[in-house]
């Protein structure tokens, strides 16, 4: 009994052909779970678009299914279980890790990545420059620029970056950038013709369309409870009567409890208290839907399956029937992935 991702694959693939037309020289992103799909469907579609590079997160995520160049977005370090291959590129953020594949005698790909205010890795300004000077024994395919999501001062970032790269007279005119509109991006490619710039893009690309994809659970079970009936692991008792339903989809999906869709001060909780709210009894809202609704976990989500409390007066759904969800594509591992 499944946690089914439904695509349809028409609406899906067209749209996927449409952000790839958008954003000339698109590098697509499969890293984690997928986004939802799987790594190697991932592989599967970037091939299909035609594209000459992907980007994965890390070396584990190396699969065989593209027959481009691959991107490894973590930066090489000593201590990585590393792949090599001609197909691979690897990204370099220290100077010390530069000499030290520099040093090997495969002549390995890199792009050399330029820190930005992410502040998550890469090389100063003063460090590219000297890198420049470091590269026998590597081939250096391009530089990576990794800006933070939507953040409106991008495009200066992006103005003082660029001069920083130019000012390294680096033998490369290509730049990976990420997170950048492509209304910034046209903007760049245009004060920049002599550079190629390669918009790495997973979330805009895979999950852009949300309209396709539908996420669906199996009702399995379904017990009618009085006022006081005690249920679960917890002996927890029903507030009032209604419905205890057994969905699937559980913790080992990624199901996990929300915060409070309201406030959730002191004087909120008071609120709710006073109306006699389910929420005040304990129960906290589930991603599952019924008639368009999201209903309340009637316990934290079990392992495989989870317990929803329906009050009386809700249409309980059959026993086989499909309800909708709604989860966090990347947190997500479905039992089965259906493509029309
Ligand atoms: C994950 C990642 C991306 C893709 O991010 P999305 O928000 O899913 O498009 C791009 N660049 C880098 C460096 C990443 O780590």
Do not use: C
């Not at 090599?84 to 890790?97: A, K, N, Q, S, Y």
């Not at 046209?186 to 918009?199: G, K, N």
């Amino acid at each position: 009994m499944a946690l089914t991702l439904y695509v349809d694959g028409a609406r899906w693939r067209d749209h996927l052909r449409v952000v790839a037309g958008d954003q000339p020289g698109i590098v697509p992103v499969a890293k984690g779970n997928g986004y939802g799909f799987g790594l190697a469907r991932l592989a599967t579609q970037a091939d299909w678009l035609g594209v000459d590079t992907m980007a994965v997160g890390a070396y584990h995520e190396l699969g065989s299914l593209f027959e481009g160049s691959v991107l490894v977005l973590t930066p090489w370090r000593p201590f990585e279980k590393a792949v090599f291959g001609d197909h691979v590129v690897h990204t370099v953020g220290r100077l010390e890790d530069l000499r030290s594949l520099a040093g090997r005698d495969d002549m390995p790909r890199i792009v050399l990545e330029r820190a930005t205010s992410m502040r998550r890795h890469g090389l100063t300004a003063h460090d590219l420059r000297r890198a420049a000077e470091e590269l026998d024994g590597v081939a250096l395919d391009g530089i990576a620029l990794h800006l933070p999501l939507r953040s409106p001062g991008s495009a200066a970032e992006m103005q003082r970056l660029m001069t920083d790269i130019v000012a390294a007279e680096l033998p490369t005119k290509r730049v990976y950038v990420s997170h950048l509109t492509s209304a910034l991006l046209a903007r760049l490619a245009s004060s920049y013709p002599e550079f190629e710039l390669r918009p790495r893009v997973g979330t805009e690309l895979w999950l852009g369309d949300r309209g396709a994809l539908r996420v669906r659970s199996t009702v399995l079970d379904s017990h009618q409870v009085e006022r006081g009936d005690a249920f679960g692991y917890h002996g927890r008792t029903a507030p009032r009567a209604g419905t205890i339903l057994v969905v699937s989809g559980g913790t080992a999906h990624g199901i996990g409890l929300e915060a409070p869709s309201s406030g959730s001060s002191w004087r909120d909780r008071a609120a709710r208290i006073a109306r006699g709210g389910l929420d005040a009894a304990g129960f906290v809202r589930s991603p599952y839907l019924i008639d368009g609704k999201h209903r309340l976990f009637a316990e934290p989500p079990h392992m495989q399956s989870s317990m929803l409390f329906l009050p009386r007066g809700v249409r309980v759904p059959e026993i086989g029937e499909e309800v909708d969800v709604r989860v966090r594509m990347t947190a997500t591992t479905f039992d089965e992935t259906i493509v029309s």
